[in-house]
């Protein structure tokens, strides 16, 4: 699924990387081209397929996105929800939903990465013995 050219793959990978750099947190950016069903619960769907509950701490964040039906989540697992403001997740979609509006769907998605990464490194700072547990690609998926 050709979504972004491999310029724009490569900068969503380094934000990534960035964010997971400078914690022990674990990010995954997941698109597709339709979502046939409610957001959050497509998102949720993802966020168990790709095993981002089993990160140790309970750290992880998956940013998903439906290009064409212009849809898009955050979900945290556990452990992060307990220590970010309530409203996190909402501001943090308004700031990436500023950039989504103007078509620039990349940009939207580096700032939900830098913004996700910034409470990381607050509460689970980059650790000496950190592995990296999950894979810092980004999961197209097929829409099913």
């Known amino acids: 699924m050709a979504v972004f050219n491999e310029e724009e793959q490569q900068r969503i990978r380094g934000a990534i990387e960035e964010a997971e750099n400078r ?3 674990e990010i995954r950016v997941c698109i597709e081209k339709k979502c046939s069903e409610d957001v959050l619960d497509r998102a949720a769907k993802y966020f168990f397929q790709l ?8 750290h992880g964040v998956l940013i998903y996105v439906a290009t064409v039906d212009r ?4 979900i945290g697992d556990a452990g992060i929800n307990q220590v970010v403001p309530a409203n996190f997740w909402d501001d943090t979609k308004e700031e990436m939903l500023k950039h989504f509006k103007y078509g620039d769907i990349v940009e939207g998605i580096v700032t939900g990465l830098k913004i996700a ?3 990381l ?3 689970f700072p980059h650790a000496q013995d950190d592995n990296n547990e ?3 690609d980004i999961s197209f998926m097929d829409g099913n």
């Open 23 to 25: 914690s022990s947190g």
């Open 51 to 58: 095993n981002m509950h089993k990160t140790t701490l309970r």
């Open 71 to 74: 849809k898009f989540a955050i």
């Open 117 to 119: 990464g910034e409470q």
């Open 121 to 123: 490194q607050k509460y």
């Open 134 to 136: 999950l894979p810092d």
